[in-house]
């Protein structure tokens, strides 16, 4: 069974313009979580989708946005980028009843 | 509010030594989770264990074991005989409510190196 995909894995983007990062779930999960993972505020949660729906959102500002797609498939989008946006962003999947999310490799963003 | 707390920020051992890593949570709900994953260079967090608020059991596996005390509000991670494949980043984390798994709160992470 193929785990998390997250594409793409290293990303350098100039301040001011836009990203778009993907996460391929689990087969079979409808949960996808994102998080931020940084050396100074370490691992964040981003937000939740379940079913297309945004089911839980963290304390990021409104430049931060996904989307969940019927496939479960997942983007998170992040406008008009700044330097604090340099981060791991992590993408996690799961399935009620599991008891455990499932973490890809992360997409490494760079913004200079 | 929810916090997780892992006080201590990188740990150095001696292969064949034992460590724990400590882990202390807060939370006013009084059902929640709590979990350890493992960071290895690659990126991608492995997920070792979860425990939910009711069961306090400790628990053993293979050269792990963790220790939960809801007196104390630690769940506490301890690896015997550690090994130079044990060195990563340990994270603890706790959610709670409908989405035990879509929304973790994660400690700063404690850093293990591991020496031969």
């Known amino acids: 069974k193929a785990g998390v995909t997250q594409t793409p894995r290293y990303l350098i983007k100039t301040r001011g313009q836009q990203v778009t990062l993907s996460c391929s779930p689990i087969?079979?999960?409808?949960?996808v979580s994102w998080y931020q993972q940084t050396p100074g505020q370490g691992l964040q949660f981003l937000f939740e989708?379940?079913?297309?729906?945004?089911?839980n959102k963290g304390n990021f500002p409104g430049r931060f946005s996904g989307r969940q797609f019927s496939n479960s498939r997942s983007e998170m989008n992040v406008s008009t980028l700044e330097l604090g946006d340099s981060a791991l962003y992590l993408c996690?999947?799961?399935?009620?009843?599991?008891?455990?999310?499932?973490f890809g490799q992360g997409t490494r963003l760079t913004v200079v | 509010a929810q916090k997780v707390t892992q006080a201590q920020t990188e740990i150095s051992v001696v292969e064949k030594e034992d460590v724990t890593l400590d882990c202390v949570y807060e939370?006013?709900?009084?059902?929640?989770?709590l979990f350890w994953y493992k960071q290895p260079p690659s990126g991608e967090l492995v997920f070792l264990i979860r425990?939910?608020?009711?069961?306090?059991q400790n628990e053993i596996s293979g050269r792990y074991s963790w220790n939960f005390q809801k007196s104390t509000s630690s769940f506490n991670f301890t690896i015997t005989a550690s090994q130079v494949v044990d060195s990563a980043v340990y994270f603890c984390?706790?959610?709670?409510?409908?989405?035990?798994?879509?929304?973790?709160?994660f400690g700063q992470g404690t850093t293990l190196q591991v020496k031969p």
């Open positions: 996690a999947s799961s399935s009620p009843g599991q008891g455990k999310a499932f």
């Open positions: 425990r939910n608020s009711f069961d306090e």
């Open positions: 984390a706790l959610s709670f409510g409908s989405s035990n798994t879509g929304k973790l709160i």
């Open positions: 939370t006013r709900d009084t059902t929640y989770y």
């Open positions: 989708y379940f079913s297309e729906t945004q089911r």
């Open positions: 087969s079979g999960h409808r949960s």
